[in-house]
């Protein structure tokens, strides 16, 4: 059956290739077959993923999405395989980009799955890094501001591949992807608050020199200062500090009840007046003759 299933899948008989290897999913199920059962999975999401008619996004989030968490956790958990299991989740990220649209989102968030599980060394979370950066930046949004894109979101990406290439002494690649942040911020004049952060700012100008530190060449990279100074204008970059909003400092208005009839505020928070002293007194008296009994 497996072999039925391997070769309708080569020769792209997705459909009766789903349709067997969801058999061989039971079996293996059954059987307590955990490897063989994580690679059922494994494939069953490949050929509903590279089936032409495509996925809508609702069976894409119930099918798909259970099939390679089970596939996952079959081989890291059950199987004590991170090989397999880094296989599965890079080539479903590959294809869910294929798909568009919410397919983009789902490729990055398993691309930062396999960063979490760390089934990759210092190398292969800079690649991954780059391939979230990539999947958000495949995200094409709607209508003339593009609301859906994620754009912000591939360039914070852009920056942690930037910031995993410097950590290998990979200057040339850090500088690619630095590239791309710039590009990626490079938004609409009227949207240049983007670099009103200035953490951010300090960020990419220590980035940048990062680079051109580790580059040692005659070709330093494009000064953040400068760049930024072109897109905001006449302002200078480095004297911006974020605005501060002024405070209050007009003492609190006291109830409308209490100021409308000239009464101060109450002192006492629980709302206990003094005692009064004819009942002070008499509470003394009683306390005096019970002492005299006694």
């Not at 991954?128 to 003339?144: D, I, K, L, N």
């Not at 494009?222 to 004297?239: F, I, Q, R, Y």
């Amino acid at each position: 059956m497996r072999k039925l299933a391997d070769y309708a899948f080569m020769l792209r008989d997705f459909r009766l290739a789903q349709s067997t290897y969801e058999l061989l999913r039971t079996d293996y199920s059954n059987d307590k077959a955990w490897k063989y059962y994580a690679g059922a999975n494994e494939m069953t999401a490949l050929t509903m993923l590279l089936s032409p008619s495509g996925l809508p996004a609702k069976i894409r989030a119930e099918t798909v999405d259970q099939l390679l968490e089970a596939a996952s956790y079959s081989y890291l958990a059950r199987s004590l395989s991170p090989y397999y299991c880094l296989r599965t989740l890079a080539v479903a990220v590959e294809l869910l980009m294929l798909q568009g649209g919410s397919g983009a989102d789902d490729a990055a968030r398993w691309a930062c799955r396999i960063t979490e599980l760390d089934l990759t060394g210092p190398l292969g979370h800079a690649i991954f890094a780059e391939r979230v950066a990539a999947a958000y930046a495949s995200r094409q949004g709607t209508g003339s501001k593009q609301w859906g894109a994620r754009k912000r979101k591939s360039a914070l990406w852009s920056v942690f591949a930037t910031e995993a290439w410097l950590n290998l002494d990979r200057p040339r690649q850090a500088e690619k992807n630095l590239q791309e942040v710039f590009k990626k911020y490079d938004l609409k004049a009227k949207e240049t608050e983007a670099f009103g952060f200035q953490g951010m700012r300090i960020m990419l100008a220590d980035l940048a020199d990062t680079v051109d530190m580790k580059k040692g060449d005659s070709e330093p990279f494009p000064n953040l200062d400068s760049v930024l100074a072109h897109k905001m204008g006449h302002l200078e970059v480095t004297g911006v500090e974020p605005a501060m909003d002024k405070l209050d400092a007009r003492p609190h208005r006291r109830s409308s009840n209490l100021t409308g009839l000239g009464a101060s505020a109450p002192t006492d928070p629980l709302g206990v007046g003094p005692m009064p002293m004819e009942r002070a007194g008499r509470v003394d008296d009683d306390d005096a003759q019970e002492e005299k009994l006694s």
